[in-house]
């Protein structure tokens, strides 16, 4: 019997369940989807270090980056010989980055298999720099991906049926919470989650119709937010504050020059008189 959740694995353990389930015809569908989708996003964005958390080692979502700086984070399993971009062995919770240093991030369903998304998400925040972009990819709940995990049963695979699919609506507001703005959303897969062809080409019209309008009922999602600058707004003090700080406002005023007074002053040869200032 299969584990029924993936969140009981070790690194290793999840890390190879990873990579197996890419290299299956499902799992294939999707990476080269989302490939292309972030490709899409990289070519609008800008920054000199560009990070991914999370997929295959030998087959990166930001290959294609023309950032000078990339590097690759995942959890451990058979590295490649040959890579697009230095990999780094480390857990999604605990990047070893300085904080803002960060230009570009992409979670490539980082939270859908973290036993702790919420630190996942903090960690992500921390490391970016101030105007850095977050591009987030995870399984869509609204979805027949979705539909087909409900389904699921202790015998299917462990991914990604047994994985979290979470709602973009509910990453969003833990974005707003996190001081990460969102900017928009992007779906791609439409097919049904189906390995023989024969099934797939009688709704192959509807994909592409579905594909064509962005419908928000793909099986993954990918949303991209931006890190806002810190604002520190001073607060209104306190009556018994005003009170306080009475005395250390009215000081002495020292050194001010003093308004001129002007007196009329009689001539001793009876001439008018004039005005004069002291």
């Given at each position: 019997m299969a584990v029924q959740s993936v969140f009981r694995l070790g690194l290793q353990e999840k890390q190879r369940a990873w990579d197996r389930w890419i290299a299956g015809r499902l799992g294939h569908r999707i990476q080269v989807e989302e490939r292309r989708v972030a490709r899409r996003e990289l070519r609008r964005l800008f920054g000199q270090v560009v990070v991914q958390v999370g997929g295959t080692a030998g087959f990166p979502l930001i290959a294609d980056s023309l950032a000078p700086v990339r590097f690759h984070v995942v959890f451990g399993g058979d590295l490649p010989r040959v890579s697009h971009c230095p990999v780094i062995i480390a857990e999604d919770n605990l990047l070893p980055f300085p904080t803002d240093s960060v230009d570009i991030l992409v979670l490539q369903h980082s939270l859908d298999i973290s036993a702790h998304p919420h630190q996942v998400l903090?960690?992500?925040?921390r490391v970016l720099r101030p105007g850095g972009r977050l591009l987030l990819f995870g399984f869509n709940p609204a979805s027949s991906w979705g539909v087909r995990r409900m389904l699921s049963t202790p015998l299917d695979s462990l991914l990604p049926w047994h994985a979290r699919f979470m709602r973009r609506s509910q990453i969003e507001d833990w974005c707003r919470l996190l001081n990460l703005a969102p900017e928009l959303s992007r779906y791609a897969v439409y097919s049904l989650p189906?390995?023989?062809k024969g099934i797939r080409k009688l709704f192959k019209n509807l994909e592409h119709r579905m594909a064509r309008n962005e419908w928000p009922v793909?099986?993954?999602?990918?949303?991209?937010?931006?890190?806002?600058?810190n604002a520190y707004i001073p607060g209104k003090p306190s009556p018994l504050g005003r009170l306080a700080s009475v005395g250390k406002t009215l000081k002495p005023a020292v050194g001010m020059r003093r308004?001129?007074?002007l007196r009329v002053v009689p001539k001793q040869d009876g001439a008018q008189t004039d005005l004069k200032g002291v």
């Open positions: 903090r960690e992500a925040e189906i390995a023989k793909g099986a993954v999602y990918c949303l991209r937010a931006k890190k806002e600058r308004k001129p007074v």
